[in-house]
């Protein structure tokens, strides 16, 4: 998919790969943007660790030189949207997304052509090309807000992510029309184990991302964002949490809330699908090695980041 670096070999990379990480962001006046998904061990050394939303906020604001982005490519590219001349670093330029990768540019302008009098909302797990199609960006965490601001005639796309698309088609009562896109890993979870689990664990409170299907969010107590479902892990008076998300987020509950007990949702088969295979790609070996070669680098043609860079700023604008 994308062109990709030689990878770090064992003796390429120092033992005390922290310290080295620490020494290198130092000399790059870098800064290190982690998504709750990445490995632990890069959550531990990021600078910030958020979700979508925040992730963009802190891009957008950031005095660094360089942000190394520890997320997929999408998010390092909406970085370099908001910062044209900063360097983006991305550890592994291979670390795509299964939602914007069920969305190309050619078949979305169609359906787009096809329902013109139509305000385009995307998802921000989008390329550079469907931002510069669209009209507003959203996250899962101000998807529902978004979508309550625009006027009650206005018809809308909703791209790429039905299962979003269709949680806030619930929660607003408005009609949207919905790209067909979805995600792998929030795909994976089954209803008949997570009822099964309920049921060993009827104590446990369920939580999930929007991005879940409708019969998994129908047994939520609550669905959020990652960051959302973070904070509900600190509010919840609940001994136990089963969680319907990728699993790496449960290193920050158990980090910030470790007398509970987080259970991850289970996935229908015997797999370990509900780990990003995209976002694992990234490791403390290939971000340190992005950061001693300065590369690999996001760029992107001037046109198509200008015109992406105006729905992420109507999205920065509408969002709380
Ligand atoms: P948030 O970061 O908005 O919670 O979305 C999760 C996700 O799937 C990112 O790819
Ligand atoms: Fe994309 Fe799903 Fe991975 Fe998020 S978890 S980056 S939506 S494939």
Not at 3 to 19: G, H, K, S
Not at 136 to 150: E, K, L, M, W
Request: with cysteine; aromatic share 6%.
């Amino acid at each position: 998919m994308f062109t990709t670096l030689a990878r770090p070999q064992v003796w390429d990379v120092p033992i005390d790969l922290e310290a080295a990480i620490a020494a290198l962001k130092r000399e790059l006046n870098a800064v290190i943007l982690a998504h709750y998904y990445q490995e632990s061990g890069i959550q531990d050394i990021a600078d910030y660790i958020g979700d979508s939303l925040g992730l963009s906020r802190q891009a957008a604001s950031t005095e660094a030189e360089v942000i190394v982005f520890a997320g997929v490519h999408f998010m390092a590219e909406t970085a370099k949207i908001l910062n044209p001349t900063k360097q983006v670093l991305l550890p592994d330029l291979e670390a795509g997304c299964s939602l914007a990768d069920s969305c190309p540019p050619a078949a979305f302008a169609a359906f787009k052509a096809a329902h013109r009098d139509h305000l385009v909302i995307s998802y921000i797990n989008c390329t550079a090309e469907i931002k510069a199609l669209s009209d507003i960006i959203c996250t899962s965490a101000n998807a529902v807000d978004i979508v309550r601001q625009i006027p009650a005639d206005q018809p809308i796309i909703f791209a790429p992510d039905q299962n979003l698309g269709r949680y806030v088609i619930a929660q607003t009562g408005r009609e949207m029309v919905l790209w067909q896109g979805s995600c792998i890993v929030h795909e994976t979870f089954s209803e008949r184990k997570l009822i099964e689990l309920k049921v060993q664990h009827p104590h446990a409170e369920i939580i999930a991302h929007p991005e879940c299907e409708a019969a998994i969010l129908s047994h939520a107590d609550f669905v959020g964002s990652t960051t959302a479902l973070l904070k509900y892990a600190q509010a919840s008076a609940a001994p136990a949490l089963i969680v319907a998300t990728e699993s790496g987020i449960l290193h920050q509950m158990q980090k910030q809330v470790p007398q509970k007990t987080y259970i991850p949702a289970p996935p229908t088969g015997p797999c370990a699908c509900n780990e990003c295979p995209y976002m694992r790609l990234n490791t403390l070996e290939k971000l340190y090695w992005a950061m001693k070669h300065r590369q690999p680098e996001i760029t992107l043609p001037e046109a198509t980041r200008r015109a992406a860079l105006k729905p992420i700023q109507r999205m920065l604008a509408m969002s709380r």
